[in-house]
C-alpha cells in the first residue's frame, strides 16, 4: 500500500498498476492490469463525473453525445490512452455500479517520469462535474476545490453559453437547493428540493430543462413550464401533483447527499442544464466560506446569482442518508 494523496501518508491505498488499452469517455477507461490474467478491467474513475457519450467509438470523430461530452473523453485519451497508470482504492474490493460492473479506482499516469492525476487536471479545467464517493473518499476534498476553482472561472462546463444561446441570457437564473429536509430524509423526500427564480426580466420556457445531481439521473421540467419575470418554482425530489410553483420528480429516496463533518469530505451538487446542454445554475455544499449560505446549513445558493463575488462554486456527490 502507498499514500493515495501525495503528501498524505496516513490515507492509503491498495494499488495495482497497469497499462490504459482504451477510453471510453471523460471517467471511464479500459486498463490491461498487469499480474492479473484475464480480460482488462473496466475502470470507473473515482472523483468526477463527465458527460455522456451517446455513440461510443475508439475514434474521436465518431463520437456523439451530449455537450462537453465528446471533449472530456478526448482529453482523457490524451492523458492516459496506452500509458503506464495506477489503480489506487482504500477498499480493496470497490466498484461502481451498472450492468458492467465496473472497478472504481483512481487513477495516476506516468507521464516525463511522474505520477500524475489525470482526474485533477479535467476537474480543473472544467471538463466535468464534482463526484464525491463516501468510501473511496480520500480525494473529495482536493478534487472539490479543483471545480469550485472551474467554476468560478466560469471554465467550459460552467460556461454558461457554451453550447448554444439559450433562453433569456446567461444570467437568467437564480438556484437555490435544500439538501437538508425537515425530519429524516428519507421519510421526507419531498422535503429536499431546488429553488429556480426568474431574475430576467421577460418570461422563460422551461420545458425541457434538466434538473440532476452528480449521478446520471435526472428530471426534466414538463413541457409547457413557465416562469414570469421574479417568479419561481420548487422542483421537489420526491412525490406529489405539479401545481404552479411546485414541481415534483417523483423519486422515493432522497438524491442529496448530507454533506459529512469528518475528513471524508463529502458533499453533492444540484445542477440545471438548459436543452442545448449548458449549466446554466448550480449549487455545491459544503460552501467554502465566500458561498453565501443561511444560518440554518441547509440551504447553499449557487448558480448566476453575484452576491457580490466570484460566481458561485459547484459539485456533485453519492447519496448515503443517515
Not at 429524516?184 to 420556457?205: K, M, P, Q, W
Request: charged share 30%; aromatic share 8%; net charge positive.
Amino acid at each position: 500500500m502507498r499514500p493515495c494523496v501525495e503528501g498524505e501518508p496516513a490515507v492509503r491505498c491498495h494499488v495495482l498498476t497497469g497499462k490504459v488499452i482504451s477510453v471510453g469517455d471523460g471517467d471511464t477507461i479500459d486498463v490491461d492490469v498487469a499480474g492479473v490474467g484475464g480480460a482488462a478491467w473496466h475502470v470507473r474513475i473515482t472523483g468526477l463525473q463527465a458527460m455522456e457519450l451517446s455513440r461510443y467509438s475508439t475514434s474521436a470523430s465518431q463520437r456523439r453525445g451530449a455537450c462537453h461530452a465528446r471533449e472530456a473523453a478526448r482529453r482523457m485519451e490524451r492523458l492516459v490512452l496506452h500509458r503506464r497508470v495506477r489503480l489506487l482504492s482504500q477498499r480493496r474490493e470497490s466498484y461502481g455500479s451498472g450492468p458492467r460492473h465496473r472497478a472504481r479506482r483512481a487513477i495516476q499516469v506516468r507521464r516525463s517520469g511522474k505520477w500524475i492525476d489525470p482526474t485533477g487536471i479535467l476537474l480543473r479545467e472544467g471538463h466535468a462535474l464534482w463526484d464525491p464517493n463516501a468510501k473511496e473518499w480520500a480525494w473529495n476534498g482536493r478534487y472539490r476545490e479543483l471545480a469550485q476553482r472551474a467554476a468560478a472561472r466560469g471554465a467550459r462546463i460552467y460556461d454558461r453559453s457554451y453550447c448554444g444561446r439559450g433562453p433569456g441570457g446567461a444570467r437568467a437564473i437564480r438556484m437555490s437547493l435544500r439538501w437538508n429536509a425537515d425530519g429524516r430524509d428519507g421519510h421526507n423526500v419531498s422535503g429536499e428540493f431546488a429553488r429556480i427564480e426568474n431574475v430576467s426580466g421577460r418570461e422563460l420556457r422551461l420545458g425541457g430543462w434538466r434538473f440532476r445531481d452528480s449521478a446520471l439521473r435526472h428530471y426534466t421540467l414538463p413541457r409547457g413550464t413557465r416562469l414570469r419575470p421574479g417568479a419561481s418554482l420548487r422542483i421537489h425530489v420526491g412525490r406529489g401533483t405539479d401545481r404552479p410553483g411546485d414541481l415534483f420528480w417523483g423519486l422515493r429516496e432522497p438524491v442529496f447527499e448530507n454533506p459529512s463533518s469528518d475528513r471524508r469530505e463529502t458533499g453533492d451538487g444540484g445542477y440545471l442544464f438548459d436543452p442545448d446542454g449548458d449549466l446554466r445554475a448550480w449549487v455545491i455544499y459544503p460552501c467554502p466560506d465566500r458561498c453565501p449560505q443561511p444560518g440554518d446549513g441547509t440551504r447553499s445558493e449557487g448558480g448566476d446569482d453575484d452576491h457580490g463575488g466570484p460566481p458561485p462554486w459547484a459539485g456533485g456527490g453519492k447519496k448515503h442518508h443517515g
